[in-house]
């Protein structure tokens, strides 16, 4: 990075050692400045939410046409984010999803619990995948529930599905 000073970086998710989110930050603590599209076969919303925040400019999945990997390259030279179809539709899905969880006033880290827990996972787990303690899980999830007006987990699942909160 340092040594060839690039304008454009095309980065995949996947690489040995580190990955490309990690790429991503590197980059733009180095040089803010250089354009970084991500290309690459992951289409999940953890993936593709982490490299957005880390940084990149762009996210075009490898089953992108050769032609359109060129025009990418251009639109972000020229300002620009280029992004796959189904790559934009779920970015453009997460902030009508931000506006049902702004009518509950959740917190990013009260998301962060809620995902876990409509994904099936304990409070233990939750606790391990956060890094954080058993007792400040189970303090989120009290402040989930009066938010959204249940009484426990299975009832906080059911609106969140109903509603399409998450």
Known sequence: MRVYNPDVV?????????????????????????????YTVFEDDEKLFACLCAGAN?????????ARLFDAIEEVVEGGAPMSSSIARKVLDSFNQKKQTQ??????????????????HSTKIIAEKLFVSFETVRTHLKNIYNKLHVNCGKEAIAKVLKERIL
Not at 10 to 29: A, F, R, T, Y
Not at 58 to 66: D, N
Not at 104 to 114: N, Q, T, W
């Open 10 to 38: 095309l980065m995949d998710i996947d690489m040995p050692e580190s990955n490309g989110i990690e790429g991503v930050k590197q980059i733009k603590e180095a040089k803010p400045q250089t354009a970084v599209i991500m």
């Open 103 to 120: 009518q509950y006033d959740l917190s990013p880290r009260e998301i962060d619990v809620l995902h876990l827990l409509v994904k099936g």
């Open 58 to 66: 762009g996210y075009l999945l490898k089953k992108t046409p050769p």
